[in-house]
């Protein structure tokens, strides 16, 4: 292959990692696409000479860096919970302005309805609300997610990992044999297959894990 035709590849490729990255959500990923777009095009900016363009790139990609090695290096992060009452007003108004991501890409289904013997628990990361996770206990030992919703930018299932684990103070001191859920989408449904639910066989649609 012309050792040009190469080179104008690489510039497209670079071109397009930088406008994945500024899509972004995660931090994390606009990161590391965004050091490897910088990367790209500080190559074809040598091979076209341009050494404007060359050092710009060596900057953005040592900025990438020093950011990445932030992120990765950061102290651990400290999770919390908050149990609030159903019928909190914040709640109802978080729930209200995410309303269009949760029916729309996650849990078409989900409507909220308070109800006093539901469990509501907003996921605190570094005392942010990153997460807010709904449900009810039933009279088998079960727990039933009702909705389990995660920020944009919190999205790097940390937050799952912790809510799912066994002894989480999400439960407080009624902790349930098994956790379930119904999967409104295919999104919801590959969220909880990382989280390590398993579809019941008798129940399709349905998920379950024991803690």
């Known amino acids: ?99 269009s991501e949760i029916q729309g890409r996650f849990q078409p289904e989900f409507v909220y309805s308070p109800n006093p013997e539901q469990t509501a628990v907003f996921v605190l990361r570094d005392m942010v609300p990153a997460g807010l996770f709904i449900g009810e206990h039933a009279a088998d030992g079960s ?15 940390k937050i799952g990992k912790y809510v799912y684990a066994h002894g989480s103070d999400v439960w407080a001191s009624s902790e349930p044999t098994c956790v379930w859920a119904e999967a409104s989408s295919d999104d919801h449904a590959k969220y909880l297959r990382r989280m390590g639910f398993v579809q019941r066989a008798a129940q399709p649609g349905t998920y379950a894990v024991a803690l």
């Open 143 to 157: 727990f039933q997610v009702k909705l389990d919703f995660v920020i944009p930018q919190y999205r790097d299932f």
């Open 1 to 99: 292959m012309d050792s040009d035709l190469v080179l104008e590849i690489v510039g497209y490729v670079a071109s397009g990692l930088i406008i994945v990255s500024i899509t972004q959500k995660s931090i994390l990923k606009l990161r590391v696409i965004g050091l490897v777009g910088a990367i790209a095009f500080l190559i074809y900016s040598i091979g076209i000479e341009a050494y404007p363009i060359a050092v710009v790139n060596v900057m953005a990609a040592g900025i990438h860096a020093w950011y990445l090695r932030k992120l990765m290096c950061r102290k651990e992060e400290t999770f919390r919970v908050l149990h609030v009452l159903p019928e909190s007003k914040y709640l109802q108004d978080f729930i209200e302005f995410y309303g």
